[in-house]
């Protein structure tokens, strides 16, 4: 199978640009976890989608958003970009929601607002 | 929140060299994962263990649920294992669930 994919692999946009991210998890896969990864904060959580919902939100502003189709993929959107949003985006699949799945990471997005 | 504490932060051993990372963490959980991430930024899964003891090639981790800690062992270190080790962990709290990462250990191998 093949694993989770994220597009773009890299992204350069100036402050005040909004920015839209892919992810695309494991054939069969139906949940998808958003992370954002900074040298400051660390791994934290952004939102989680399962069958088109949004199933669970981290705490970041709501500048910060996504969705995900009926085919499980998933997009999350940055709008307004700040300097501070510069940072690794991962993306992870499991079969379903809950705390007993394993999470699959995608290569991640690195995003750099200039 | 649960928090989650990894030690050390950072490890430079000498290649055949075996190592143990601890990962803390101060509430019941119902997953714990260690994660490998490379040096292009990719997470990649070692090992899914809420309790108990697993083994894959050189590496084998046991986590203590009932005393709260997890540890990865790496035997006869090879310069690609070198990255950093991340713990996470996650606790059912009904559709409130989401991983939370440690801050991670920073293994170097030298040749």
């Known amino acids: 199978k093949a694993g989770v994919t994220q597009t773009p692999r890299y992204l350069i946009k100036t402050r005040g640009q909004q920015v839209t991210l892919s992810c695309s998890p494991i054939s069969g896969h139906r949940s998808v976890s958003w992370y954002q990864q900074t040298p400051g904060q660390g791994l934290q959580f952004l939102f989680e989608y399962f069958s088109e919902t949004q199933r669970n939100k981290g705490n970041f502003p709501g500048r910060f958003s996504g969705r995900q189709f009926s085919n499980s993929r998933s997009e999350m959107n940055v709008s307004t970009l700040e300097l501070g949003d510069s940072a690794l985006y991962l993306c992870?699949?499991?079969?379903?929601?809950?705390?007993?799945?394993?999470?699959?990471f995608g290569p991640g997005t690195r995003l750099l607002v200039l | 929140g649960i928090q989650v504490e990894q030690s050390p932060p950072d490890l430079i051993l000498q290649e055949g060299a075996n190592s143990t990372l601890r990962c803390n963490f101060s509430?019941?959980?119902?997953?714990l994962q260690w994660f490998h991430q490379n040096p292009w930024g990719q997470l990649i899964n070692l090992f899914y263990?809420?309790?108990g003891t697993k083994q894959n090639g050189r590496l084998s981790a046991t986590t203590v649920a009932t005393e709260r800690y997890s540890l990865l062992y790496i035997s006869s270190s090879q310069t690609t294992d070198s990255g950093v080790y991340f713990c996470?962990?996650?606790?059912?709290?009904?559709?409130?669930?989401?991983?939370?990462f440690g801050t991670g250990t920073r293994l170097t191998i030298i040749p």
């Open positions: 992870a699949s499991s079969p379903w929601a809950g705390s007993q799945e394993t999470q699959y």
């Open positions: 509430d019941s959980v119902n997953n």
């Open positions: 996470a962990v996650e606790r059912r709290n009904f559709g409130n669930e989401k991983l939370t």
């Open positions: 263990i809420p309790s």
